[in-house]
């Protein structure tokens, strides 16, 4: 197959994300207070906020993993939670990658596909690929404790894309690497974003990945959406202070 082949099939169509007051309470306490966004199909959008305001929350009600107390999630153009998780088209892609240490960097990425029963030939060019974009191809037969930190997240994140999902959600994906591996990561992940063209949303409460890697930053503060926009336009014209001061202050 052709290195051109190979990536369209590697490429599932980006979607488009919407949520229509999406409101989440926990008992009593409502920590997602009616949250109202349109994310376009191939957007780089990033979720900002301090820690607890809420940003886990939301990108788990994007999954479909919360059940809402009001509002609606669409993907694609389809309530998130009228479609069976496995076609929903969201893959997550967490800080701890929580990779299985007994199987191969392989086998790691193979296993959703392997669970779904897709066709051994189908495994084989989805891995390969993933590993090709990833520059994981010398590393498959190994084991994730022969691997470095860098390369154990790009394992998790080839996890994510042999899926083909429409939509990536990242939650904190770097925050337990080093500063240098950040910055490394920070360009794959771009590089990434420009080669499969998938809707990504990422969540991070560090202001200078949010500033680097946006398309669009939403800032988030106690469950509320504060202000939507391009990184410059945030910075340059702050609707208020709390945008002002945490996109505006070095982190
Ligand atoms: P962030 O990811 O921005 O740090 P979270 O989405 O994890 O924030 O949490 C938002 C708020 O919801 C916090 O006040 C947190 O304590 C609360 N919360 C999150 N998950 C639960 C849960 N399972 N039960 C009760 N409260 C929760
Ligand atoms: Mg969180």
Excluded at 12 to 37: M, N, Q, T
Excluded at 161 to 172: A, G, N, Q, S
Excluded at 226 to 233: D, I, M, N, S
Excluded at 235 to 250: H, L, Q, T
């Amino acid at each position: 197959m052709s290195t051109a082949a190979a990536a369209k099939a590697t490429r599932a169509a980006a979607g488009g994300v919407k949520l229509a007051d999406a409101r989440k309470s926990f008992g009593d306490h409502e920590v997602i207070h009616g949250v109202s966004l349109g994310i376009e199909p191939g957007e780089f959008c990033v979720f900002v906020g301090p820690s607890g305001c809420g940003k886990s929350t939301l990108l788990r009600m994007i999954a479909g993993l919360e059940t809402m107390s009001a509002g609606r999630v669409e993907i694609a153009g389809r309530d998130v939670t009228e479609v069976e998780p496995a076609q929903r088209g969201v893959a997550m892609v967490f800080q701890s990658y929580a990779l299985y240490p007994h199987l191969t960097v392989f086998d790691n990425m193979a296993f959703s596909l392997q669970i779904a029963r897709r066709p051994k030939v189908e495994i084989r060019t989805k891995v390969a690929e993933a590993a090709r974009i990833l520059r994981l191809t010398d590393h498959l037969t190994k084991r994730p404790s022969q691997l470095s930190g860098g390369q154990r997240q790009r394992v998790a994140i080839g996890r994510a894309i042999v899926r083909e999902p429409k939509v990536f959600l990242f939650d904190e994906p770097l925050s337990n690497l080093d500063a240098e591996l950040r910055v490394q990561m920070r360009l794959e992940l771009a590089r990434l974003h420009k080669e499969i063209g998938a809707t990504m949303i990422y969540v991070t409460h560090d202001q200078v990945e949010a500033m680097t890697m946006a398309d669009r930053i939403v800032v988030l503060e106690a469950g509320v959406v504060r202000q939507v926009g391009r990184p410059l336009e945030l910075y340059e014209n702050p609707d208020d202070r709390f945008v002002a001061g945490f996109i505006g202050s070095p982190a």
